[in-house]
């Protein structure tokens, strides 16, 4: 194989390794939440209004999963140097572009109702720790609320139960009264929608790039496969 060949091959190495981190990620923080003995109690309790914590529990699983699929895929068509598999990928990266170009579309058009749904996920996970008192919860909302400079649903650390998950007040006034996370999260989604977009604008980008690489790997397998055999007609 020549030198485009092989630097096609090496960028097919470069995406499926991200993409594997991220399967990896997606799928195992899905399942997490999904059969953690304190969480998936929040599936089954219709108190917790959980629509969209459900709907982001299952979308993390599927998309780990389908990342996952993918990549098995790439890195066996890559290595192996295996056209139908390549072929089965080029197809599969296709469709992950797609459907990254209609979830982009969708959430620029229904940004509202996404920034509602960040908003009820925290509910969901807030309103789970207080009642199970999960470690592994404890610990994303503290980071959640660290990262947001936040205080629970009130802002008000005397009558937060969980002050402990709150972030070191910054002044005298912030023992007081702190943002609160409803509020600061649905602020910060709608603040960065447009990083959001770039990003995704980015990962397309990316995508598109992969999927040139995989047709020329493609093109080149088929022209040493024809070669290979036309040799060994002339032998013959």
């Known amino acids: 194989m020549d030198g485009c060949g092989l630097t096609c091959k090496y960028i097919l190495f470069i995406f499926n390794?991200?993409?594997?981190?991220?399967?990896f990620a997606f799928l195992g923080l899905g399942l997490w939440l999904r059969f953690s003995p304190n969480t998936r109690t929040i599936f089954e309790i219709s108190a917790f209004n959980s629509s969209y914590f459900v709907f982001?529990?299952?979308?993390?699983?599927?998309?780990?999963?389908?990342?996952?699929?993918?990549?098995?895929?790439?890195?066996?068509?890559?290595?192996?140097?295996?056209?139908?598999?390549?072929?089965?990928?080029?197809?599969?990266?296709?469709?992950?572009a797609v459907a990254l170009t209609v979830g982009g579309l969708l959430l620029y058009n229904n940004n509202d109702t996404v920034g509602k749904g960040f908003?009820?996920?925290?509910?969901?996970?807030?309103?789970?720790?207080?009642?199970?008192?999960?470690?592994?919860?404890?610990?994303?909302?503290?980071?959640i609320q660290k990262m947001l400079y936040c205080c629970g649903?009130?802002?008000?650390?005397?009558?937060e139960s969980m002050v402990q998950t709150c972030p070191k007040p910054n002044g005298f006034l912030a023992r007081i009264a702190m943002p609160t996370c409803p509020g600061v999260i649905s602020d910060a989604f709608h603040q960065n929608l447009t990083f959001l977009m770039v990003f995704l604008l980015l990962t397309g980008a990316f995508l598109i790039t992969a999927l040139g690489c995989t047709l020329v790997l493609i093109k080149k397998l088929r022209r040493d496969q024809m070669d290979n055999g036309t040799r060994y007609q002339v032998v013959y």
């Open 17 to 23: 390794f991200i993409f594997a981190l991220l399967g």
């Open 56 to 96: 982001g529990v299952t979308v993390l699983i599927v998309l780990g999963t389908v990342l996952l699929v993918v990549v098995v895929f790439g890195d066996y068509g890559a290595c192996g140097e295996k056209r139908c598999a390549l072929q089965v990928f080029s197809v599969l990266l296709f469709l992950l």
């Open 119 to 143: 908003v009820e996920f925290y509910g969901s996970m807030y309103t789970l720790y207080a009642t199970t008192g999960d470690a592994g919860l404890g610990v994303t909302i503290m980071f």
């Open 153 to 159: 649903l009130t802002g008000i650390p005397v009558l």
